[in-house]
């Protein structure tokens, strides 16, 4: 295991309580040990953890367990008055904005672990960059059952939106109509989760970030009123971000 496995072993020790606030960890000998790898691997794991506020090293007292058990705080549930206003993301202080697809790819697995709608023909990666002033700051990965990528709107004749290849002239649906609505998708509610975690190998590389830097990561799944699951999108950002939610009253 590297420093980044060791430290997501622990994080989710923590978050699940089996080191309560205020507890130690193991010395980093004893992780060294307990996972077979060099001190220095096991002081960098727990370094991972520090940075992420979870921890707290003192060499006299050894690391100090800082966060709590994990807790989800969920604001309610919202639909947008007006999608022709929804802005899915913009810079913070001005600079101009971009995107661009830079994968696209079918499996045969599913990515994620979710009661999928359709598994016929596998699963479509889309890996999108968003960028302000050419510069990387957000990596964007959508995930969809082959069956729901291949649909088309209505009267299309070309490649579907979903499939298309990286390069092509992007597709949108008319002003105020969702993705999913033009495209015949049938998802009837979105799920959020927003985490601070270290970030995937994939959005480190493309942000131009060291491997296992700490990020936000935004996930989004769509089901459909059945509840399965439709598309999946994870949107990964550095920390000095911001993620934000209008409530409309």
């Not at 799920?191 to 493309?206: D, W």
Request: glycine share 8%.
């Amino acid at each position: 295991m590297n420093a980044h496995e060791i430290a997501a072993t622990l994080r989710s020790a923590i978050a699940a309580g089996e080191y309560p606030h205020g507890t130690k960890l193991p010395t980093i000998r004893q992780t060294a040990e307990l996972y077979g790898v060099s001190h220095q691997t096991a002081a960098s794991a727990y370094s991972v953890l520090a940075v992420l506020g979870m921890v707290r090293t003192d060499r006299r007292s050894g690391t100090t367990v800082t966060a709590g058990q994990s807790a989800d705080a969920h604001l309610g549930t919202f639909v947008p008055p007006d999608l022709t206003a929804a802005e899915a993301w913009k810079p913070t202080s001005g600079g101009a904005a971009s995107e661009e697809t830079t994968l696209v790819r079918q499996t045969e697995d599913a990515p994620m672990s979710l009661p999928w709608a359709s598994t016929e023909g596998g699963f479509v990666e889309r890996t999108r960059i968003r960028s302000v002033d050419g510069v990387p700051v957000q990596h964007k990965l959508t995930v969809l059952p082959y069956a729901v990528a291949s649909l088309k709107p209505e009267g299309h004749d070309g490649i579907p939106p979903m499939l298309a290849p990286v390069g092509a002239a992007p597709m949108k649906p008319p002003a105020g109509v969702r993705v999913s609505d033009w495209l015949g998708w049938n998802s009837a509610r979105t799920a959020c989760t927003i985490t601070a975690e270290p970030m995937s190998p994939e959005a480190c590389a493309a942000l131009g970030l060291p491997e296992g830097a700490p990020g936000f990561r935004v996930q989004a799944v769509a089901y459909d009123p059945e509840g399965h699951a439709v598309f999946a999108t994870v949107t990964t950002a550095p920390l000095h971000h911001r993620v934000t939610l209008d409530i409309i009253g």
